[in-house]
């Protein structure tokens, strides 16, 4: 198991386990696949330094990945990052995602931030769980706020808070 910074030949990879994740309605709001080139700006968007993107590989193939994206994308929230992960279906329920999730909260600090927060929905108990166990609270809730198959949903917002 090998987490590296993606490279944009891992571009495909990414998308394809995104796109996975779409149809099971649990961890995403977008309701079709999406292309790699609509997904060009935002991993150009990502930095090794800053907002990073990371790739997990099992046996050299890529398992998952995690994205840091700055929050509301004003300067007075530079020092919080959302983080989002996803695994490929082959590869969930193999600890991919608490070795991501691990290695984000440690690297954290280097890229200048003091909160992470992640936006879950309330059904996607997994997730929750995952998060909770690396010591996210629940920071908000938002009742009914997304509309999937025409089941409403709501959204969590989990947050930790690195230093004090």
Request: proline residues 7%.
């Amino acid at each position: 198991m090998t987490i590296r910074h993606a490279t944009e030949i891992d571009l495909p990879a990414i998308v394809a386990i995104y796109n996975a994740a779409i149809p099971t309605r649990m961890a995403s709001a977008d309701l079709e696949p999406v292309s790699i080139e609509s997904r060009l700006n935002w991993f150009r968007g990502r930095s090794p330094s800053h907002r990073p993107l990371w790739v997990i590989e099992v046996n050299s193939v890529i398992a998952g990945w995690l994205s840091f994206q700055s929050f509301y994308g004003r300067p007075a929230y530079s020092k919080t990052a959302e983080i989002s992960i996803y695994i490929a279906p082959e590869f969930q329920k193999c600890g991919l995602g608490q070795q991501l999730l691990a290695q984000a909260i440690k690297q954290s600090p280097d890229l200048g931030l003091k909160t992470l927060i992640g936006f879950i929905f309330a059904h996607n108990q997994p997730s929750l769980k995952l998060f909770e166990r690396f010591g996210f609270t629940p920071w908000g809730h938002l009742p009914n706020i997304a509309e999937l198959d025409g089941v409403e949903r709501d959204l969590v917002i989990m947050g930790l808070r690195l230093t004090n």
